[in-house]
């Protein structure tokens, strides 16, 4: 039987390969993520339903149902309507989305946070509601949200994962493609978690002192 050496030294390039997928997939679904998020999240703080009401039925929806699901959804239920999708797009797609919905809330009680009497002082001077949000709001909020962020972030990376059920080669999917050959499974998927946590730990991290750092509400 192979030492965990002798394992690693075989199969850890391989995984290690993955994570640049897992990287990939992480920052164009946060891109996504993050257009949808704030989008949805003014949207839901609009006055008229007819704006408000199409976020709201967004976010609730993809709150409300398996990450599993909408990947599937995405991936193999398109192909019924002729739209087939690669694999790591679908993902991207999917991931983007659902990240929209969660981010919405984590900018709507970043937005709502921010003290009242500061708009509406900036508005009896005669700014402009779009300007107050964009030079008064949005800035205040962006650090009182950067903790929840930075976890969302957390959670991202690892609901990377779920594209290895329409083969898309991050580390989750080569780690049981080794250990599929290497009949090693617990050393195999050590070394994924490894990785996994050499990611996600200085966001950790960061998450704990932006936490520590935020202003009293």
Known sequence: MQSFYDLAVRYFPYILGGAI???ELTALALAISIVLGLTAALMRRSA????????????????GTPALLQIFIVYFGLTSYGLTLEPFTAAVITLGFMGGAYLAEIFRAGIESVDR?????????????????????LPQAMVLIMPPFANF???????????????VPEIMYRSYDAASQSFRSMEIYAMAGILYIAICYPLSRLATYLERRRPPQ
Do not use: H, N
């Open 21 to 23: 997928t897992t990287l």
């Open 48 to 63: 008229y339903i007819g704006i408000r009401f199409p976020a709201t039925v967004y976010v609730e929806v993809i709150r």
């Open 117 to 137: 009497g500061q708009v509406e002082a900036a508005i009896s001077l005669g700014m402009k509601p779009a300007k107050v949000m964009r030079r008064i709001v």
């Open 153 to 167: 972030m957390i959670g991202l990376i690892k609901d990377t994962s779920l594209a290895l059920t329409i083969t």
